[in-house]
């Protein structure tokens, strides 16, 4: 739900996982065959795992971080990974990438700009949930365009907080 100010975007599981199936819908609807996924972890994570499923094609994972200070919304150094996570081989061939946003777009264009330099990929398109209007990078796929940019609350972040003594006195252990 979108606050009536346009500055915050709540998300609930149920929302979150219906948006990752609609992001599906619209990679197989260009009717684009890919050979692999490779998500960004983290927020890639479970759409990339999502579409894995869903596709039945094997999923890498890419470690990126750019978000550093303030709880996460101040954006500082962009890090990404030198190495790729891959089940079996190398990342190659026809290739999806998957993260969840494209927030200010930093981040997606520094990968898909690495990601091209790799001779072993023949083709790379991008797919996200949300794209922001302020984004410098828009990506092949994505279900929403967000043109008030609001910072997005997933619902996942309740564990960013969540330590392991407060889920034992959830559970009374």
Do not use: N, P
């Given at each position: 739900m979108l606050t009536d100010d346009g500055k915050h975007l709540y998300v609930s599981w149920d929302e979150y996982h219906l948006l990752i199936e609609r992001l599906a819908l619209k990679v197989h609807a260009?009717?684009?065959?890919?050979?692999?996924?490779?998500?960004?972890?983290?927020?890639?994570?479970r759409p990339g795992d999502v579409l894995s499923r869903v596709f039945d094609k094997p999923l890498g994972i890419m470690s990126t971080s750019s978000y550093r200070a303030e709880a996460g919304t101040i954006q500082g150094r962009l890090d990404i990974a030198?190495?790729?996570?891959?089940p079996k081989g190398e990342l190659a061939g026809r290739v999806l990438l998957v993260d969840d946003l494209a927030d200010s777009g930093v981040t997606l264009k520094a990968v898909v700009e690495r990601l091209r330099g790799m001779p072993a990929i023949q083709e790379l398109r991008s797919a996200v949930i949300w794209t922001k209007s302020v984004s410098t990078y828009t990506p092949d796929y994505y279900v929403e365009l967000l043109t008030t940019s609001p910072w997005i609350h997933q619902p996942?972040?309740?564990y960013d907080s969540l330590r392991p003594d407060a889920l034992a006195k959830k559970f009374a252990i």
């Open positions: 260009s009717g684009w065959e890919f050979d692999q996924i490779l998500c960004l972890a983290r927020g890639g994570m030198k190495y790729i996570t891959m996942f972040e309740d």
